[in-house]
Every structure is written in structure tokens, then in C-alpha cells.
């Protein structure tokens, strides 16, 4: 009976945070799902291939600058109200991306990322209620899970459905609706939690101290910058460039490329819970990261140098396992803050990370998509592209040994 009593409060988040997970996967399906549609997508915004990656890119954009929107609403309403309102406005911007214009496309495109961006946080605010902290990185490490599950089945489910004749209408607009009645079930489901009012003296001012908190802390940019460098090369080069990368410069059929590009999400699936669950075991964050950036760095060497060794899927599904690891700075930044501002800072860190992914994206598109068709040397147009990767995760691994480490077994050291 007792059981019962202590476990009642946290039903009620577990469920809300099951829903969060829902809208998560359904996120990373929008997010991904243009890379198997680019030549559908120029012909009905009747415009050229590198200009549809400019609207795919938008995603980004809005979703960095969101976050940090995400953070403060979470930690001053809780999730109910921002996490059901940024699913609506992420489901409306799908039902939007489906008209044929592509002045439409860049602004569903934005809405989809704005309302995107509420999703993580969301549901690591509410595992951080429906959970204990021993399970923390857990729980985080499924949810990202769940999330890239939902990436590869952007391009592994959508890329065959547009072959087998659905039309682009009818997946977008099925994905906005499907979007739209969950955060109608999130918005009943999820608890209302207490929040402290505003005091009549207390200015707007005060919403923004939780972020001075967080980004006068050394620790939440080394996260940040840690986080973007290991998401990159997954990201970029898998959700947005894989497809086109694998058929032109490893002359790979259409089916192939999407298998090869989809299993580093699916990677992923089994990357995130198994590193965050390492190092919830081990009590130490920081090994776990590099272990994890060094395994990326050695598959990816043997994609571009040894691709005979062994098929191309398993070497992008070995990739998407090691880079599970970029989910750990999650974990590290909520523990170098305070409890009063762990939504700010995950907030925060996602702005973060997807402001790297913004600057990156932008300068591969420029070093290596522009000559994605012009390229005499196929192969070694590939390398090259490849090794731009390799050498922002050796960064990674820089920033992480400067990283201060704030597993349990560090804390434990500390109180000696």
C-alpha cells in the first residue's frame, strides 16, 4: 500500500511524458523526411534542388532560436500549456509545408521547427518529475531514443511510401493531423503544476534570470559546443545529405542510399539509452563522451577509407550507436546548474547545440553540396566531405577534456 501512495504522483507525468515521447518521434519523422523528397519537393515548389535544402535548413533556425523560448515557459507554466501549443503550431506547420509554393514552405517549415523545439525539453522536464535522478540520464537517453527511432522512419518509411505513389500532400498532411490530436491529448493528460506567481514588483526581467544562471556558467558552453559537434555529423550529413551523398559519390541505388542514410537514426535507438544507462552505471560522465566521440571517428574513417570491409549500413548504424554519446552533455549541464533552472537549461543547451548545427550546415552546403554534382573525383569528394566530420568531433573531444565531470562518482569524491 505504501508502494502505492509514493508512486501515485508520479503516474500522472509518466503518462504526460509517454505523449511528450509521441510528439518527439513524430518531430524527428518531420525533421527528416525531406531528405528522401528533394526532387518531389523541387517539382512542387518549382525551384531548384540547393534552394529546397535552403528551406529544409529553416528548421533549424527557428528551432535553435526556440529553445531558449522552451526553457523559460517550462520553468515558469510547467509543461502543459507550452508543450500542447508548440505540438499545434509544429502539426500546422507540417499542414502548411504541404502547399505548393514555396514561399509556404519556408514558413512551415519555421513553424515546424518553433513548435519542434518545445519537444525535448518538455519531456525532459517531465522525466525529471516522473523519474529519479539515478535514472535521469536514462530516461534521457530513451527519449532521444524514441526521437531518432522517429528520424529513421522519416527516411526509411517516407522515401519507399513516395516510390509506392503517396503523394507529398498526403503524407504532410497526415503528419500535421496525427501532430495536432496528440498535443490535443497532451494538453488533458499532463499535469498542471504549481507555479509561484509573479509578484506585482517583479518585472519581466525576472523571466530571463534563469538564463543568466546558466550562461554565465563555463560548463553549459562547453555542453553546448560538445553536443553540436557530435549531433553534426548525423544531422546534417545523414538527415539532410546522406541520401544524395551515398547515390552520387558511391553510386548507390535510391533504396540503398536511404537504407545506409536512415541507419545511423536507428543507430541511435540503441546509442542514446546505452550510453546515458554506461554512464548512469559507471557514475562518470566524461569517459563515457570520449569513448563515444573516438568510436565516431573510427567508423567513420572506415566508411570513407575501408567501405568493402563491410556493408555501408552497418558502418552508419556503428556511427549512430557511438554518437548516442552526444546526448550525455544533456545530462551534465542539468547537473553543473541549479534545480530552479533545469528547463532554462535545457533550453539552453538545445539552442546550443542546433546553433552549431546552424552554422555548420550552412558551411558544408558551401564547401561540399554545391559541388555535390560538379565533382570529377567522386570518391574523394566523398573523403573529403567526410573528413570535414571527423575533424568537428576531434573538437568535441577537445572541449570534453576540458569538461568538468559531474557524474555521481565525482560527487562522491568531492564530499570526501
Avoid at 191 to 216: A, G, M, N, Q, R
Wanted: charge should be positive; charged fraction near 10%.
Amino acid at each position: 500500500m505504501r508502494t502505492n501512495i509514493k508512486s501515485a504522483p508520479r503516474n500522472p507525468y509518466i503518462l504526460a511524458w509517454a505523449f511528450g515521447l509521441l510528439f518527439y518521434l513524430l518531430e524527428y519523422a518531420v525533421r527528416s523526411a525531406p531528405s528522401v523528397m528533394i526532387p518531389e519537393l523541387s517539382t512542387a515548389f518549382a525551384t531548384s534542388p540547393k534552394r529546397v535544402t535552403s528551406v529544409i535548413g529553416m528548421y533549424y533556425l527557428t528551432y535553435s532560436v526556440t529553445s531558449l523560448i522552451a526553457g523559460i515557459a517550462l520553468d515558469k507554466l510547467g509543461a502543459k500549456y507550452p508543450l500542447s501549443i508548440g505540438t499545434i503550431i509544429a502539426g500546422l506547420g507540417c499542414i502548411l509545408f504541404a502547399v505548393a509554393s514555396i514561399y509556404d514552405g519556408y514558413i512551415g517549415r519555421l513553424l515546424q521547427g518553433a513548435g519542434s523545439a518545445m519537444a525535448f525539453p518538455a519531456c525532459v522536464y517531465l522525466a525529471a518529475r516522473a523519474f529519479s535522478p539515478r535514472k535521469l540520464a536514462t530516461a534521457i537517453g530513451v527519449t532521444q531514443c524514441l526521437g531518432m527511432l522517429g528520424g529513421s522512419a522519416g527516411q526509411f518509411l517516407i522515401g519507399p511510401a513516395l516510390r509506392d505513389g503517396y503523394s507529398l500532400h498526403f503524407i504532410w498532411i497526415g503528419l500535421g493531423a496525427l501532430i495536432i490530436l496528440i498535443g490535443v491529448f497532451i494538453l488533458f493528460v499532463t499535469p498542471k503544476d504549481e507555479i509561484k506567481p509573479l509578484k506585482h514588483s517583479e518585472d519581466k526581467s525576472s523571466w530571463l534570470d534563469p538564463y543568466k544562471i546558466v550562461f554565465t556558467n563555463k560548463q553549459s558552453y562547453l555542453s553546448g559546443a560538445i553536443s553540436g559537434l557530435l549531433f553534426a555529423p548525423t544531422t546534417i550529413f545523414a538527415m539532410t545529405w546522406g541520401v544524395a551523398f551515398f547515390q552520387k559519390d558511391r553510386n548507390m541505388d535510391f533504396e540503398s542510399a536511404t537504407l545506409a542514410s536512415a541507419f545511423v537514426a536507428l543507430g541511435w535507438v540503441v546509442g542514446c539509452p546505452l550510453m546515458g544507462w554506461i554512464a548512469d552505471k559507471i557514475g562518470r560522465r566524461k569517459p563515457v563522451l570520449i569513448v563515444g566521440a573516438s568510436l565516431m571517428i573510427i567508423n567513420l574513417l572506415q566508411l570513407l577509407y575501408l567501405p568493402t570491409l563491410y556493408p555501408a549500413y552497418i558502418s552508419t548504424f556503428l556511427l549512430g550507436v557511438a554518437s548516442g554519446a552526444a546526448m550525455i552533455p544533456y545530462s551534465v549541464i542539468k547537473e553543473s546548474n541549479p534545480d530552479n533552472v533545469k528547463g532554462s537549461a535545457t533550453g539552453a543547451i538545445n539552442f546550443l547545440t542546433f546553433g552549431v548545427t546552424s552554422l555548420l550546415g550552412p558551411l558544408f552546403s558551401y564547401l561540399y553540396g554545391n559541388t555535390l554534382l560538379t565533382a570529377v573525383d567522386r570518391e574523394t569528394h566523398f573523403q573529403s566531405a567526410g573528413l570535414f566530420w571527423v575533424v568537428c568531433i576531434g573538437m568535441a573531444i577537445v572541449f570534453a577534456l576540458l569538461l568538468r565531470e559531474t557524474g555521481k562518482k565525482a560527487s562522491e569524491v568531492a564530499a570526501i
